[in-house]
């Protein structure tokens, strides 16, 4: 991989757009490709409403583009997008041979989210399954992580070198922003 330094600095962060609580079908993703901290580059796809596609879909829209070569590491805004699309961390490190990064603002409430998956969401068991398949919540640098092929000590570093406007990694924000901006006409809201 090549590094400045032995550090990770070229990444690209996912979030999804909003969506309605009754929307069905489709939800748009969205990827901000940074360099360090410069923006280098957007991606886009699709991915199912509470579905079972979004490790795919991440998987090829990162291989697929051309910033695929010079990428370091992926990071996710959450486990699940687009409802409780949940990405499997593990295989879609494997998938890009490069780590992943799981990051949330607040400890998320796993007990919640169980509940919800057991008791309202198709496939919930396998989809929970792959969220504590996952590993632990940690803190980290101020954040919660989970992640796939890096250490506590490159995820803080990660997180120390991508966050430059407050706490959350630029990749995320910027991609939070833009996918906010396409689906409402403008950004709101914090990440």
């Known amino acids: 991989m090549n590094q400045r330094r032995g550090r990770l600095t070229h990444l690209v962060g996912f979030d999804d757009a909003p969506f309605e609580r009754s929307h069905r079908g489709d939800v748009l993703l969205v990827g901000a490709v940074y360099a360090g901290t410069r923006l280098t580059g957007v991606l886009s796809g699709k991915v199912r409403r509470d579905g079972v596609n979004a490790t795919g879909v991440i998987a090829r829209t990162v291989r697929d583009s051309r910033f695929w070569p010079q990428l370091h590491a992926v990071l996710l805004q959450g486990i699940s997008v687009a409802g409780f699309n949940v990405v499997d961390i593990n295989l879609l490190a494997q998938m890009l041979e490069r780590p992943v990064l799981v990051v949330s603002r607040r400890r998320p409430d796993m007990a919640a989210i169980r509940r919800a998956l057991l008791q309202h969401v198709p496939g919930g068991s396998r989809k929970w399954k792959r969220i504590e398949e996952a590993g632990p919540v940690e803190s980290v640098a101020g954040l919660w992580v989970q992640r796939a092929g890096l250490s506590p000590a490159q995820a803080a570093q990660v997180l120390r070198d991508s966050c430059s406007n407050?706490?959350?990694?630029?990749?995320?924000?910027?991609?939070?922003?833009?996918?906010?901006?396409?689906?409402?006409?403008?950004?709101?809201?914090?990440?």
């Open 166 to 191: 407050g706490n959350v990694p630029e990749p995320l924000r910027a991609a939070h922003l833009i996918a906010g901006g396409i689906v409402r006409g403008e950004s709101r809201g914090r990440v």
